[in-house]
């Protein structure tokens, strides 16, 4: 199994700051098969960015995603209030498919 | 508009059984693999179980150890979850997905408790 590690687990910034996180892979995994999505409090999950680096219909140029093998990284360029949010990364290279425990981007 | 409208949550008691539901519109449902994704209060995302466009192909989660089963009727643009021996760990918010988890239905509750 594919474990995905999330860090860190906490962000705490204000609007207008750069957020970086971090999803750390316990082995490699296709770039085509990582995304990152985003959840707010009493919703579904929205998908921010498939295949590492692709945003998602509708998901503004601030979010970006990059990396490969092992090591991904979500970054918001510079947060908005509706981006305080967790967010997840997750695998379907490989089953069984795999989460990332989660971070949460938290108003300073 | 693609739509995912999941239903047959509830309040189940331990051992009992329990089937999911989730019907798909605006797009050509049996062109797509699908998964079943569950969240326990609090806590984080954790992938249940996919299934392939035709159904040839099924995976679940090693923790389920065989209660759950997924189904697809593409005729009805409909993906099952038939659950059963439930346990007090499988109350959750339980949500299908699209694919490659571009869509999501909103979820559905389901409760296990005596």
């Known amino acids: 199994e594919i474990v995905l590690t999330q860090s860190p687990g906490t962000l705490s910034l204000s609007p207008g700051e750069r957020a970086t996180l971090s999803c750390r892979a316990s082995q490699s995994v296709s770039s085509t098969y990582l995304g990152w999505s985003q959840q707010k409090p009493g919703q579904a999950p929205r998908l921010l960015i498939y295949g590492a680096s692709t945003r998602a219909t509708g998901i503004p140029d601030r979010f970006s995603g990059s990396g490969s093998g092992t090591d991904f990284t979500l970054t918001i360029s510079r947060l908005e209030p509706e981006d305080f949010a967790v967010y997840y990364c997750?695998?379907?290279?490989?089953?069984?498919?795999?989460f990332g425990q989660g971070t949460k981007v938290e108003i300073k | 508009e693609v739509q995912l409208v999941e239903s047959g949550g509830g309040l189940v008691r331990p051992g009992g059984s329990l089937r999911l539901s989730c019907t798909a519109s605006?797009?050509?449902?049996?062109?797509?693999?699908m998964n079943w994704v569950r969240q326990a209060p609090g806590k984080g995302l954790e992938w249940v179980s996919s299934i392939s466009s035709t159904g040839s192909y099924i995976y679940y989660a090693d923790s389920l150890k065989g209660r759950f089963t997924i189904s697809r009727d593409n005729a009805k643009n409909s993906l099952y979850l038939q659950m059963n021996s439930l346990r007090a760990e499988d109350t959750a918010v339980y949500y299908c997905a699209r694919g490659g988890y571009d869509y999501w239905g909103q979820g559905t509750l389901v409760t296990v408790s005596s």
């Open positions: 997750q695998q379907y290279d490989s089953s069984p498919q795999t």
């Open positions: 605006g797009f050509t449902f049996s062109s797509y693999t």
